[in-house]
Nanobody, 114 residues
């Protein structure tokens, strides 16, 4: 019922920036909590950042001060601005939307390497 389309991943050098986007389609999305998780090979999926329907944000300590999550309810889109990227940020980034149930995007790969 809810479809998520992620974009913005790619290859970037350490210290560089990327902006991820996740466009959602469905109903009641303005009421949804939205966020980003990531998973690197051999590691568990972890929370990166979330934003509530009211705009309250939560960040993982590892990205605090470098990443910014935002949402545009008119476009049903959540963004993740990633600055000062580090090699440890390399992972597949997944969009998550929670409204009545959880929905996950297919993921977009971010590679931080020289």
């Amino acid at each position: 019922q809810v479809q998520l389309v992620e974009s913005g991943g790619g290859l970037v050098q350490p210290g560089g920036s990327l902006r991820l986007s996740c466009a959602a389609s469905g109903s009641m999305l303005s009421m949804a909590a939205m966020g980003w998780h990531r998973q690197a090979p051999g590691k568990q999926r972890e929370l990166v950042a979330t934003i509530s329907s009211g705009g309250t944000t939560i960040y993982a300590d590892s990205v605090k001060g470098r990443f910014t999550i935002s949402r545009d309810n008119a476009k049903n889109t959540v963004y993740l601005q990633m600055d000062n990227l580090k090699p440890d940020d390399t992972a597949v980034y997944y969009c998550r939307v929670s409204v009545f149930k959880e929905y996950w995007g297919e993921g977009t790969l971010v590679t931080v390497s020289s």
